[in-house]
């Protein structure tokens, strides 16, 4: 740009007034120009060089979209944080927003990944709108949640573990999961673990060569590939096979061994190794 006064090509922008000067006779070219690049003001701290706030999120109730009350007398604050609170939450909100506390203290517990985090949270979302957590204990939903959503990010978490943690009755958490299956139906969630992703941890805490675990793994997909985990608890399906090819490989583990590392019955144990041997007709000798 030049002066259209003196002609020199010394013309400077002055951001903060939105205006081209003359740098050589202060003359003001033109003024209130439009600035066309990104928004970084922070009114908070001028340091900060923030575009935009944080992303949306399925883990709080207002999916982060909300007002965070600011700096100032800490009094006044905190009567202004709780008029905002009770203001914003109705009463469908109020359980939505117990279910999301539970479902983060329990998932930070567990230490499980942001994705799962947030499709467990976009599941809360449709029971409590659709109606389906009514007649349903706080706990199990949450657990029969979490479950859910650990195996559509193929997780392998199991759901009796999570149910002698928290103490809940299978009863309760069947009911639970069928509430929840309709609400991720609603979603399109489908779970995609295969019952051989439960294998590793199987072998890892049996402390079992790598062979064992590729074996175990091939058999299981086999089962997987031909229905024949339909219905059946993966991880006691993946435990049994592990059993089963470790006796085969001459590294034998007891059935009691595998069904303490995994605590499940020797029944549970022995059942699944029938069911290997019969429906894929392998032939060991002790």
């Not at 020199?8 to 939105?18: L, M």
């Not at 033109?30 to 908070?44: S, T």
């Amino acid at each position: 740009m030049i002066c259209p006064v003196c002609g020199t090509p010394d013309v400077i922008f002055d951001s903060e007034r939105a205006q081209y000067v003359c740098g050589s006779k202060g003359i003001v070219i033109e003024e209130n120009i439009a600035d066309l690049g990104p928004e970084w003001r922070n009114f908070e701290d001028e340091t900060m060089r923030i575009r935009a706030g944080p992303p949306v999120t399925f883990t709080v109730h207002t999916e982060g979209f909300g007002t965070i009350v600011g700096t100032g007398n800490w009094t006044r604050k905190q009567k202004l944080r709780t008029l905002q609170n009770k203001s914003r939450v109705s009463s469908k909100e109020r359980k939505k927003v117990t279910y999301l506390t539970s479902l983060n203290r329990i998932a930070g517990k567990l230490n499980l990944p942001r994705p799962v985090r947030e499709t467990a949270g976009m599941i809360v979302k449709i029971l409590v709108e659709a109606g389906l957590a009514k007649r349903v204990d706080p706990d199990a939903l949450t657990v029969a949640v979490l479950h859910y959503a650990c195996r559509v990010h193929r997780v392998p978490l199991r759901l009796q573990d999570l149910e002698k943690l928290y103490e809940i009755e299978e009863k309760e958490v069947w009911n639970a999961t069928q509430k929840v299956t309709q609400a991720a139906r609603k979603l399109n969630l489908t779970p995609k673990l295969s019952p051989a992703e439960y294998v590793p941890s199987i072998a890892n805490k049996l402390g079992l060569p790598g062979e064992v675990m590729i074996k175990s793994m091939e058999i299981v997909n086999l089962l997987f590939q031909s229905g024949g985990t339909s219905g059946k608890d993966p991880a006691k399906i993946s435990a049994a096979a592990v059993y089963l090819v470790s006796t085969i490989m001459d590294v034998k583990k007891t059935q009691k061994e595998v069904s303490e590392a995994l605590n499940i019955t020797e029944v549970a144990v022995r059942g699944g190794y029938r069911d290997i041997v019969e429906k894929l007709d392998i032939d060991v000798v002790m």
